[in-house]
């Protein structure tokens, strides 16, 4: 039995991931799982598993469920706590599944100590892609993906020699205004942003989804994980969400990868790698399949995707820049402080205004740093808007 460490336990993918455990046989025991504002569920699954290391973001957090807990465990707070799990020897392997750039310090600190992360998190990989291959292949780290379109493509990857690939695809549903017209777009509220059409997530990606930043943020996470220039890595809508990812060879054939959507399978995917599971409860019945589409798409509708592609021909530290603005501004779209359609034109506006003073590299804390200085540039933007 290995040690699992889930970090964002009581998410979206990490909740799929301890959903995997009901699997039989599954050789992981829970070490650690963290937490930030749900203690009352990372409490319920924490008494479940008797997990002996729990993180959570705040002292009064860490109080509560020292009242509360029935058993003893050892209760970790903040960024410290996160570092320490990460470099702890009896943790063997994480899930990353923290939103937003506050996963940068476990990830490192993890991939620092030589352990395979199963990295659902793409925010750390679009802000400092190179600092963390770097370590990975320095310490022996393992950086295993576990966005389903990543997953599809690192497996298709495996199926045939570098030289004969020409191009790398990634499927989009679209979102939910996929079939909207633009003109409609000002009548975009949160609460119909975050309806997704096929996935069921957190509300920072879905609301990503809705705009295509993360389909972006996904073109710049492949470019990370796979070396592919942003020219050789195209997006094409695909409103089923069946096909995750293909890849085009030399001549002219395509292979595709195919899936129920369903985030179990591309994180036992990582979890098992090299190996595989017995998952037969998500097993995909094509006669049932209506039939697969695919549009074109439209750059007009979802002008952040084209933003992404900008900063990934940029390089470092656009797309840093790019992401930290995004997690500021989608959290003044949930809050109402901003439109739908304020949300690129505020994105573009931090890319093209922000003035930084170093490009980051080889060190963790000055990504911090660019980090922190784009968010309060960002949310001064914010309040003039
Ligand atoms: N969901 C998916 O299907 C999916 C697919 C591909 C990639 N991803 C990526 O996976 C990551 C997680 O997505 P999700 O949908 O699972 O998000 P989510 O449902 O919002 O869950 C986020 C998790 O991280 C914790 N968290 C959030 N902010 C934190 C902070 N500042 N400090 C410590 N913990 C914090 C949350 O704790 P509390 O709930 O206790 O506040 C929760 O456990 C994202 O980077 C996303 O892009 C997700």
């Known amino acids: 039995m290995h040690n699992l460490v889930i970090l964002g336990a009581t998410g979206s993918i990490g909740t799929s991931t301890l959903s995997l455990l009901e699997l039989s046989p599954f050789p992981y025991k829970i070490f650690a799982l963290s937490a930030r504002s749900n203690l009352t569920k990372l409490k319920e699954q924490a008494e479940r598993y008797k997990v002996p ?61 030589g352990k395979r992360v199963a990295l659902a998190n793409k925010e750390c990989l679009i802000a400092a892609g190179s600092l963390l291959k770097e370590i990975a292949q320095l310490q022996g780290g393992e950086i295993i993906p576990v966005d389903s379109e990543h997953s599809a493509l690192f497996q298709l990857l495996r199926c045939e ?12 549903s679209g979102g939910p205004f996929f079939h909207w017209d633009i003109k409609d777009f000002d009548k975009i509220t949160p609460e119909l ?19 295509l930043m993360n389909k972006g943020f996904e073109v710049i996470e492949a470019k990370e994980l796979f070396d592919f220039p942003p020219s050789a890595i195209e997006v094409l809508i695909h409103p089923q969400s069946i096909i995750h990812g293909l890849i085009e060879m030399s001549d002219g054939s ?14 036992a995917y990582a979890l098992s790698y090299p190996q595989r599971w017995e998952l037969s409860f998500t097993s995909l019945d094509l006669i049932q399949l209506k039939g697969l589409t695919f549009y074109e798409v439209d750059y007009k509708k979802y002008p952040a995707l084209k933003l992404a592609y900008e900063v990934a021909e940029k390089g470092a530290p656009y797309p840093l820049i790019l992401e930290a603005a995004d997690e500021i501004v989608v959290s003044a779209f949930l809050e109402r402080k901003i439109s739908f359609l304020q949300i690129p034109q505020l994105l573009e506006k931090t890319l ?34």
């Open 161 to 172: 020699r570098r030289d004969y690939i020409k191009k790398l695809i990634l499927t989009a």
């Open 53 to 113: 290391y729990l993180i959570v973001e705040r002292e009064e957090s860490a109080h509560w469920l020292r009242k509360n807990l029935s058993y003893k465990a050892e209760i970790l707070i903040g960024d410290e706590g996160l570092k320490e799990i990460a470099e702890h020897p009896q943790a063997e392997v994480f899930v990353v599944g923290i939103s937003g750039l506050k996963a940068l310090i476990p990830t490192y600190y993890a991939l620092l100590n």
């Open 352 to 385: 093209n205004e922000f003035k930084f003073s170093i490009v980051p590299k080889g060190n963790l804390e000055d990504y911090l740093e660019l980090y922190q200085e784009v968010v309060i540039f960002t949310k001064k933007l914010i309040d003039q808007a």
């Open 193 to 211: 942003a975050l309806k997704h059409p096929t996935w069921h997530m957190g509300s920072k990606i879905t609301i990503d989804s809705a705009t």
């Open 254 to 267: 395509l292979i595709a990868h195919l899936s129920k959507p369903d985030m179990r399978i591309p994180i």
